[in-house]
């Protein structure tokens, strides 16, 4: 099956409303079901959801789509993520469509197996004799058997041999290699993680790929991580995302911490909507996952030089992506498992309420001591160099200016300069700016797919300026349906269409004033193309031949009607 008519199934066995009102609660208004959006904070319901066309809609934030971008959304996942979700709510595998080989899938459901495997095993070692050092340890940092339980923690004493259980389950001394976690010794393997209290590294769905592990006493390393292998890519997981995303949605924000033992910390204080970054730099598609559940982003990482340095990098990412996070600073050097532990929670709870941007933090000198306006202004410049939504950088800029004193327009100028070639190509895209006219027009034809027919051998995407416009008539002479386009288009063409197949509302101008505006704009057109092949034969010294002859007097017969029908070809638009 392709991926299309695989989607399609997806679609067809699913209906929006029973999926969405086990996240909102919906109520009926005519033939639409209305609730409050669960992508922005509202009090009157402006989310609504259509079993006719099998797609949402919210009036406030402009987001739509069908139920696989819902699903998307709502979890805060990737695309293909949501399918593989949406296809199991519809009871069907993704297998059907994956492309990876079956011998790749193969390996990687073995190593799925062989990681679950162990950890279980860990997690049964813990609870026994064996366990006790273990079980000592985990007490002294106020970690409870019920949290073994969540965090899946588990144990290997360092003279047990875990291979055999393996093998005796089917498992081969290739496939323990292959986890990166065993070496060869003589005939038999040793585990990195013996006598190491070990924490589960889970994917996205809760499936453990990778371990983490804490040496008992001295030893070194102090902590010891699974390399890459064909199921773990350290920059694209969140420790803890499966057990906090449900958090971080109702909370309305995420707390970022360094490690895995203080998301662990975090979660026994209360703050589940906890994750971490695995050791590695923080990355933009980190980011972007948690800036899909929430852009109220709290980034704790340890009260030490080295630790703020690292927040200021991740800070950076965060602005990338579009999201102003907030540093939180633990005093004296802390890091959050000392604090919640020499201080508490509640205190906590008040640092994260007076945390402030890193912007902020460097307008009032909380950072490398006494700057200089233009250092200051250096280093905002700095933590927006990756970031290309050039309402971000204005919005920030704008504010740097208020609190440093200095014209708006000349911290722009001087970021523009220190950024030239991000913000050309940023103007760029602003030219094919939003033409309202052009736009009312699409509204008609995305409504009546008779008007579309009508239009359908004249209309090309140049005829218009509007950027967004011509794109979808573009998709539309391709013969792609609207409602796909609500789904994987970005949000502005997305909301544009979305808000035309939706409102009930008329445009402005009437659908006669636009045609006319149009028919005006192809004939134009049509002229412009003329007018260049004309100029092409003359170039070529082809004066004299039919095709020549017939343009020009095409040309004139087409110049006077559109003189006599009135306006001219000159376009006020
Ligand atoms: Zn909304």
Redesign the pocket.
Known sequence: MGIDAFLEEVRSRLDIVSVVSSYVPLKRVGKNYQGL????I?KTP??TVSPDKQMFY??????GGDVIKFIQLIEGVDFLEAVEMAAQLAGLSLDEIRRESPKDKREKDRLKALHALLASSFSSILRTDAGTVAREYLKSRGITPLWWEVFKIGFLPADMDIAPLCYKRGFTQEELIATGLFYRKGDGLVCRLSNRVIIPICDYAGSVVAFGGRVIGEGEPKYLNSPETPIFQKGKLLFGWHLAKEYIRTKGRVILVEGYMDVISMHIAGFRETVASLGTAFTVEQAKRISRLTRNVFILYDGDNAGLKAAFRASKVFYAVGVEPKVVVLPDGKDPDDFLKDVGPLDLEALMVRAKTPVDMLIEEDVGGALGTREKLRRIFELLEDTKDALVVDSVLSYAATRLGLPFEDVRASFKESRRAVIRKQENRDNGRRVSWERDFLVYLLRDPGLFERYRGKLSPELFKDKEVSFVVDRLLKGDPPERMVNDCGQDISSLVAKALFSEASPDEELSVLEERILKRIELFELERIKRRIKELAASNMCDTEEYKSLVSTYIEKLKATKRVGGGIHESC
Not at 37 to 40: A, G, L, M
Not at 58 to 63: E, K, L
């Open positions: 959006c669960p992508f922005h509202e402006s989310f919210c009036f406030g934030c402009g987001v």
